[in-house]
C-alpha cells in the first residue's frame, strides 16, 4: 500500500546574499534594504516551519519589564519573545504620551556634575534610572514622603536609595509607593503591587535555595513587608509575613542577636509595634530601649504632682511618665542642632513609651483605671504614631486604636463625672480633667477619617462640655498646649479641625445628632 505523500519540507533552501549598504550609493540604499528585509523575513518563515527546530527552539530572555517601561503591557500575546520587525505589522507603533507630553518609558538623564546634585540624587546617581516611573518614586519621597524616618533612621545609617541588594530595593520602591497612594486615596497603585511582587519573587528564590544564608537584607526585607501590611490592615498577609520574620529572626540567633546593629534592632521594633497596634496584639520582642525619664527627672516629678489631686487619673508613676515621656518628645524633637546622642536619646524615649503603652493596653487582664485614664493611654498611643511618626490618617494602623476610644467616649457620662467632681475637688483639678478630654477628643479627630465616628468624638467631647464650640481658636489650642502639644503639627492639625467644625463641616452633621 502506497503511503500518501507528506509535505515536503524544503531541507537545502536557496543560499542567502550577504548585503552591505554603507558603502553603497544613496540612491540604491532603498533598495538594498527592502533585499535585506526580504531575507530577514524568509528565515523567520524558514526557522519557523522547520520540525527539527521545535524541540531545540529557546525563546530569547527579556528583561524585566515593570510599570513605566515602553514595552511593559498587560497582553500576554504581546510579550512573547520572538523576532519579528516592526514593518511587518500593519497597524502604526503608537508611542504612549502623558498629559504633560513626555513620553512613557524614556529613561531620564542622570546630571553628571556632582556639585549640582541634591544628597539623596548623590545617592541614586550609580544606579541608573530606567523609567519615569521609578523617578517619579524618588521625587515623592525627596518632595511630599509624609512619613517620618526620623524615628527608625535618625543616624543617616540606612541611605534609602544607595542600596545593592534588589529585593531591598523593591521593598523600598514599594514603601514609597504604598505612601503615595495613602495621600492620594488610592488602594493598590500599580507601581506598589509591581514592586511588592517583584520583591517577594526574589525572597522566594533566596528561601527555597539550599546554599542560600541568611542577611540583614532579607530580614530587613521581610520586616518592611510586614509593616507595610500592617499600615494596609491586611491581617492574613501580614500576619503570614510575620510568621517568616520570626523564624528568619528565630534563624540569626534571636532578636537580641542584632544588638551590633541598631538599626536592625529600630526595625523590628517597629515592625512589632505596628502589627500590635493594628491588630490589637501584645509584642513579641522585649524592648530593649531604655527611658531616660526616671523618677528623678524633674520634670517627671512636675507631672506626678500635678496629678495627685486628680481622682479620674491615677497618680501613679505609669501615667505621669506617660505624660512627661511625651512632653520632653514633642519639645525636643524640633529643636535645633540636635546632636546624634540626643536624638538617640529621643529616640529611644519614643520605642520605650510605645511599648509600655501597647502592653498595657493589650494586656488580657483587666486594667484598675478610670474611663479618662484608659481615654488618655489610647489617645497617646495614636498621638505618638500620628504627630511623632506622621502616619497619615487615612492608613488603617489606628482603626482599631480609634475604634476603641470612641467606645469608651461614647459610653461613658464624662458630663455626669464632671459635675460630681465639682463638689468634691477644686476647680484647677476639673479644669485639668476637662482639658485632657478636650485633648484626647483633638488628636481623635486628627487621626481618623470616618465622618460617623468623627462626628461621635464632638459630640461625646460637647456632652461634656457644652460651650466648647464657642470658644475661639486661639482658647482652644491654649487648652492643648496645657497637655501634650507639637507646635508645627499640632498647629495645623488644629486649624483644619476648627475650619471644619465652623465651615459647615463637623459642626453642620453634628447638628442632626440627637444628643
Known sequence: ??????EIFETNPRSLQFITITDEPESQKGEFANTVRSHARRSFVYRKRDPRLKQTRTQTPRPVQGPGSEDFTDDPRKRQGKFKLNTWSMTPRKKAVRG??????????????????????????????????????????????????????YDSSWNIFDVTDSALLHVTCCMIAQNRDILCGTEDSQNTLYHKGEMMKIMTLRLTEPSHRLSDA??????????????????????????????????????????????????????????????????????????????????ASNAKSSLVTIPFLQPHRETALILSTLRKISLAIDLPNLTLDDKRIIVSDLYNIQHRLISSLNSPSRMEISDLDHAFRIASLVYLNHFIREQSNRARLHDNLLSRLAGILTSTRLDLEFSTADSEFEVRDVQ??????????????AASRED??????????????????????????????????????CSNASDEIWNEITQGGLGMRFGHVKI
Open 100 to 153: 504633560d507630553g513626555k513620553k512613557i518609558g524614556v529613561p531620564v538623564p542622570i546630571i553628571s556634575n556632582n556639585e549640582s546634585l541634591q544628597p539623596y540624587e548623590r545617592a541614586i546617581r550609580p544606579t541608573s534610572i530606567k523609567n519615569v516611573a521609578t523617578k517619579q518614586l524618588v521625587d515623592h519621597f525627596k518632595t511630599a514622603f509624609t512619613r517620618n524616618i526620623f524615628a527608625i533612621n
Open 432 to 445: 485639668w480633667m476637662k482639658d485632657l478630654l478636650v485633648w484626647i477628643v483633638f488628636v481623635a479627630l
Open 218 to 299: 532579607d530580614v530587613f526585607s521581610v520586616a518592611v513587608l510586614v509593616i507595610l501590611e500592617s499600615i494596609r490592615g491586611t491581617f492574613q498577609a501580614a500576619t503570614a509575613h510575620r510568621v517568616g520574620l520570626l523564624r528568619m529572626v528565630d534563624m540569626r540567633g534571636g532578636y537580641q542577636s542584632f544588638e551590633y546593629s541598631p538599626l536592625m534592632l529600630r526595625l523590628l521594633a517597629w515592625t512589632d509595634i505596628a502589627y500590635s497596634i493594628r491588630f490589637a496584639t501584645l509584642p513579641v520582642f522585649p524592648c530593649l530601649f531604655p527611658n531616660s525619664i526616671t523618677a528623678e527627672d524633674p520634670l
Open 452 to 489: 460617623a465616628m468623627r462626628v461621635g468624638f464632638v459630640v461625646a467631647l460637647r456632652r461634656a462640655e457644652p460651650g466648647i464650640l464657642r470658644l475661639g481658636l486661639d482658647e482652644l489650642k491654649a487648652r492643648h498646649k496645657r497637655v501634650i502639644w507639637r507646635d508645627t503639627k
Open 1 to 6: 500500500m502506497d503511503e500518501e505523500p507528506g
